[in-house]
């Protein structure tokens, strides 16, 4: 696991996203499909917002995807206030969502729209870790 | 063609806080203060009043605390929360009562007090479903819009002047309006030159952030024919939620692609037929995608749209926001909604500053956005008439 350079927050987790967290803690992103209509979701949830069925299960993500898009915030707040300047993104992944995360160990002044990114987890030290993104094939 | 609220309801009473920062009053007081104001306006009294509208921000229970701080009696009662969109909503919701004879007379407040409270910007606070995947990564409100407009950027090839040029238009109408908290005129060079907040995003493409309030008075076709004060016809309202769309989000558009169409449909006009906009800018990226969803410039053209002047009053081909908007006058409590149909209003009452009063001025839009256009985001849409209209 990468040590962290940006803050880690712990997540607030619940009976529904722990098996999600848990398994963050053991450097697996799971996401969830339906059974019904074979999408897969985005945040992870019980209910499939795409058909309505609650048949859904965790699968393991590849941890592949490319930069959908990025900010590079120069202004923090609560935890980030001295972590600036981090980059905030949305990376699409593999299996089809985009998601909200960090992109790190990066050149920010090099980020592209496009570029391939895989996963990271960054400890929360509470027995979760966040994923993020890094320049994949390095 | 089904039953809708055009023409059922005329916009009677209008009035917007004077003070942009308000350390010695209660934010129940500023309602009151607004309220009070806005029924002045209209030649009505609290006692006249049937139905009451309000955010969730609102101090209290749901809009009853307010109730009984403002000593009202009511046949209906709304405290839809859909953010800075909210009053653009109970606009519309206001009508559709009256059409369906639910009430007569309807106040609608907003009051907020961002800077006396300790600065937090972040969404998280609100405790939904999505915090742990979105909140924990340092999101911000200008994080999100930045998002939004780097995807823009990359897809449609605008540009941080075309962006600048929306700034530097809203800037030229603050100037004429003495209660604008920025009255400076601006340059494009001076947008790009202001610090970079969320890369694309500069200091002046960000909204103000400000103490204050507004108010409008709703009222029924009877009681605005007992009233001496030119009225304003509501001819058609749109709203629309916009998700984050089970991770299939788009941030290239907004929620006025939906609540648009539902509007100019309800008003029976066209884009091309709109005099004045009063378009929601809490940031600049905000003005470019919707009034590209709202169908005033082809998807993806907003840039080369605001660049050729459409934006700046009275003779652009899309005067907008000719109190200085959000982007220099107004913010209040961090919610643009109300600002935006008491400008649009003050138009079609010919009573907006004489510099930027849009000449013979019949048919006004009114445009609000809620929480995030890089995220999950409330849209609303109305269509205002002269009183004969």
Known sequence: ?138 | MSAGISGAAFIAGAYEHPERNIPDKPAEQVHAEVAAGALADAGLTFADVDGYYCAGDAPGFGGISMADYLGLNLTQIDTTETGGSSYVVHLGHAAEAIAAGKCQVALITLAGLPLQATANLVLGALHGPEDSFEAVYGTSIHGMYALAARRHMYEYGTTSEQLAEIKVAAAHHAQYNEHALLREPVTVADVISSPLISDPLHRLDCCVVTDGGGAVVVVSPAVARGLSRHCVKVLGHGEAPKTSANGRLDLTYTGAVWSGPRAFEEAGVTPADIDYASIYDSFTITVLETIEDLGFCAKGQGGPFVAGGALQAPHGRLPFNTDGGGLCSNHPGNRGGMTKVLEAVRQLRGEAQPEVQVPDCQLALAHGTGGSIGTRMGSSTVILGREDA
């Open chain 1, 1 to 138: 696991m990468t040590a962290p350079r940006l803050p880690a927050p712990h997540p607030a987790v619940n009976p529904e996203t722990r098996p999600f967290w848990d398994a963050t803690a053991r450097g697996q992103l799971l996401l969830r499909r339906c059974r019904s209509c074979t999408t897969v979701n985005w945040y992870p949830r019980t209910l499939c917002p795409a058909c309505g069925s609650f048949d859904t299960e965790w699968i393991e993500a590849s941890g592949r995807g490319t930069i959908y898009t990025f900010a590079v915030t120069r202004r923090g707040a609560g935890a980030y206030r001295d972590a600036t300047p981090y980059v905030l993104a949305y990376v699409e992944l593999a299996e089809g969502p985009r998601v909200m995360t960090n992109i790190v160990d990066c050149d920010v002044g090099a980020l592209q729209i496009g570029d391939r990114v895989e996963v990271t987890f960054h400890d929360t030290g509470q027995g979760a870790a966040l994923p993020r993104f890094r320049p994949a094939g390095r």
